[in-house]
């Protein structure tokens, strides 16, 4: 862990037991208690979401944020109406998919943002970013709260169950080879972003159920899959998030 990433947390931590104090003391007006742990718990997902350029992790908690203080940036600002919870969640998701399509088809927002991020605070993640290597026909990927990275490498991949919450995750397929009757891959996502970068060989079929969110396919005319070709299956359900499958 570099310096400035120690110092980053010891002043968040410090910071945090201030304004539990200050709360106690009733410095913070009608500010909850409740509501003041969870925004220590949202700030640290957007600094982490903005250092790895995942756009869900930063606007949904921001929505949250939104939903929190309502009350206090409608009197700030002067509006007359409330948005509500829902409005600003799905504005939030609407907001991180488009910009999700448009930014990753330029790599460069989100590269240089990664890199100003790890100039100042190291290559680790804030939270638990892990990059991982697998070699099992039944893969399970869990992320919460941060990004992770999974290369899979099977020559007989038989079902994989991916649960992203609150994060990114991105999941290489390019050296796995499905079992004769296909890959299940079952996803499991909330509030999060996923991308899946499948071999252009591969069929692809997709039966995710999908909330405020959907199933991205990039690239599709560069794909000419065989009938036997290898068989990928997409099942789950997404909730207030958005998949890419990335051909390579």
């Known amino acids: 862990m570099s310096n400035l990433k120690k110092l980053y947390w010891s002043l968040f931590f410090i910071a945090a037991a201030a304004l539990v104090i200050l709360h106690q003391l009733d410095k ?3 500010i909850t208690l409740l509501t003041l742990l969870a925004t220590i718990i949202i700030l640290p997902i957007i600094v982490e979401s903005c250092r790895c350029g995942n756009f869900f992790g930063i606007f949904v908690p921001l929505g949250l944020v939104w939903v929190l203080y309502e009350k206090h940036f409608i009197a700030w600002l002067g509006i007359e109406k409330a948005i509500g919870f ?3 969640i799905l504005a939030a998701v609407f907001l991180s998919v488009g910009l999700q399509i448009i930014f990753h088809r330029k790599g460069k927002y989100k590269g240089k943002m990664k890199e100003k991020f790890e100039k100042h605070f190291g290559d680790g993640d804030f ?7 697998n070699d099992d026909s039944d893969v399970n990927c869990r992320v919460s709260f941060g990004s992770g990275i ?3 490498r099977s020559d007989e991949l038989k079902k994989a169950y991916m649960k992203c919450s609150f994060g ?3 999941v290489y397929f390019e ?3 499905p079992a004769p009757e296909g890959a299940m891959v079952t996803v499991d996502v909330t509030c999060g972003g996923v991308e899946l970068f499948i071999p252009r060989h591969w ?3 997709n039966s995710v159920n999908a909330f405020a969110g959907g199933v991205v396919i990039k690239n599709p005319s560069r794909s000419t899959p065989e009938p036997d070709a290898p068989l990928l299956v997409l099942n789950g359900s997404i909730r207030m998030s958005g998949i890419e499958i990335i051909l390579v």
Do not use: F, M, Q, S
């Open 203 to 205: 069929r692809i079929r």
């Open 86 to 88: 829902w409005p600003v």
């Open 168 to 170: 990114g995750l991105k």
């Open 127 to 133: 939270l638990n970013g892990t990059t991982e290597y």
């Open 175 to 177: 050296n796995a080879t």
């Open 150 to 152: 999974k290369y899979l």
């Open 28 to 30: 913070l007006g009608e």
